[in-house]
C-alpha cells in the first residue's frame, strides 16, 4: 500500500523485493560511467543513476521502456517516483535492504 500517493501507476510495480546488493548503475558498469546515486525501477528492477549524475540512466530508462516508478537504493532512503505523475511517496510493502558500492563520484 502506498501512502501519499497521488500516483495511478501502482499496478505497474512489479518488484517488491529488492536485490540484496548491486554492483552499481548498470549502464554505467557497461560504458565505464560514474554515478552519484542509484534507483532501481519497480517495474523491471533496471539499476541506474540518478539525475544528479553525469548519464541520468535512470531517467533515460524510463524514456526508453515506459516503465513508470523508481525507488531510492541509497542508504536509509524508501522513497518512490513516479515519472508520469510526478510524485515522490513510499510503498510499505516493499522489503529488503540493498547493499551498493560507493559511488565513484564520492556521494
Not at 500500500?1 to 552499481?24: F, K, N, T, Y
Not at 510526478?86 to 564520492?106: N, Q, Y
Amino acid at each position: 500500500a502506498a501512502r501519499m500517493s497521488a500516483c495511478g501507476h501502482l499496478d505497474q510495480i512489479e518488484v517488491l523485493e529488492l536485490p540484496a546488493s548491486v554492483d552499481g548503475c548498470e549502464d554505467c558498469l557497461r560504458t565505464a560511467g560514474k554515478w552519484l546515486h542509484l534507483r532501481i525501477c519497480l517495474t523491471c528492477g533496471h539499476v541506474g543513476c540518478c539525475d544528479d549524475s553525469p548519464n541520468r540512466h535512470a531517467t533515460a530508462h524510463q524514456h526508453a521502456s515506459g516503465h513508470p516508478i523508481i525507488r531510492s537504493l541509497e542508504p536509509a532512503e524508501d522513497w518512490c517516483w513516479c515519472y508520469l505523475d510526478e510524485v515522490a511517496f513510499v510503498v510499505s510493502d516493499i522489503v529488503g535492504t540493498t547493499r551498493i558500492p560507493r559511488s565513484p563520484l564520492g556521494g
